[in-house]
């Protein structure tokens, strides 16, 4: 009498390549299905690691949190389906996109006691064209910041947000009708204010302000987003040439929707090249575009600091009909005895 074996079917272990010829076509064929999908979502998680090659490549590099996602779905259907060995290849992939994204959730800063009050800086790209003048000012009155950067403002949209002077008498912008136009509003007399013409000759915002004890320089900006070869490298130029106005001797911050993530590598050049730091690290994912799809929304719009400054809290506001959603950001800002040089580095 033979065993029976503990490897088939009965001993729920293993399915051997005969036992796999024996299963319905209809599951043979989604198994194949569910693995090319893994094979083609782990393919585009790696590419995104070519990025500063080739501009398609860093368009993969912006989704990590989607592959993860996908990723433990695919897995989770393997598992179903008894495929647990190509599973626990996808599961890797998974995890090396994990590793990536845990920083978010990871390290961040502790607040530091000053006795000094928080300022509360606020980030909003209305989009010139879709974003509603309406929910804007909810939103701005809602959270009540001390310091408010908005991008795509136009000449409308100035005069839309008239009202804003009764709360932020203190201003600079440069409106524009082609999605460029930024502008920075301010409770606190602004020590100085500069319009830079950066990139492909597109607006920054250079200002500084008084606060509680010190002085906070600012620099609002908005490159090009990366959907075409050029205005990719439009946006990288306009990346790389930051730190040439960056230079400063009182805490910093850079606001801006930048049009790149985290995960990207030119993000990375620009943060190794000026010791700012993400205020999103260790605060959790706070993706805010596009408004229009759950799913594929990523974190691009920004605010770096220097190490000096801490962040007290970070949070994504609500919808106001624009493509992104608003950042809010609590800061508390070092008493000038404590105040180093800001480690922002030279252009090279």
Not at 137 to 153: R, S
Not at 238 to 261: E, H
Not at 285 to 309: E, G, K, Q, S, Y
Request: charged share 15%.
């Amino acid at each position: 009498m033979n065993a029976p074996n503990p490897g088939g079917p009965d001993g729920g272990q293993r399915m051997t390549s005969f036992d796999s010829e024996r299963l319905p076509p209809l599951i043979r064929g989604l198994r194949v299905i569910v693995v090319l999908a893994g094979a083609t979502i782990s393919a585009l998680s790696l590419l995104g690691f070519l990025g500063q090659f080739h501009w398609v490549l860093d368009l993969c590099s912006h989704f990590r949190i989607q592959y993860v996602i996908a990723l433990l779905l695919v897995c989770a259907l393997l598992l179903m389906l008894r495929c647990r060995k190509t599973a626990f290849g996808f599961l890797l992939f998974a995890g090396l996109n994990g590793a990536l994204v845990l920083p978010l959730f990871l390290g961040g800063q502790q607040p530091k006691p000053t006795g000094l009050p928080t300022l509360r800086v606020m980030l909003l790209n209305v989009n010139t064209n879709t974003g509603d003048p309406v929910l804007v000012k909810k939103a701005i009155q809602e959270a009540d910041p001390d310091i408010l950067v908005l991008e795509e403002i136009s000449a409308r949209w100035l005069e839309d947000l008239s009202w804003i002077k009764t709360s932020h008498p203190y201003s600079i912008a440069q409106p524009r009708e082609d999605n460029f136009g930024i502008g920075l509003f301010s409770k606190q007399p602004l020590i100085e204010g500069k319009i830079e013409y950066i990139g492909m000759n597109i607006p920054s915002i250079r200002a500084s302000i008084h606060t509680s004890g010190n002085s906070l320089r600012i620099v609002a900006t908005h490159p090009t987003p990366p959907t075409s070869r050029d205005y990719s490298r439009w946006r990288d130029k306009q990346l790389d040439q930051l730190p040439r106005i960056l230079g400063s001797p009182w805490p910093l911050l850079l606001v801006g929707d930048l049009n790149v993530t985290p995960w990207s590598s030119h993000f990375r050049r620009l943060t190794q090249r000026t010791g700012l730091l993400d205020s999103s690290k260790g605060r959790g994912f706070h993706p805010t575009w596009p408004n229009n799809n759950w799913f594929l929304r990523i974190p691009i719009d920004h605010v770096l600091h220097t190490p000096d400054i801490s962040v007290v809290e970070r949070r994504v506001g609500g919808d106001v009909a624009s493509d992104h959603f608003p950042v809010i950001v609590d800061i508390l800002v070092p008493p000038a005895a404590t105040t180093h040089p800001v480690p922002v580095h030279g252009p090279g």
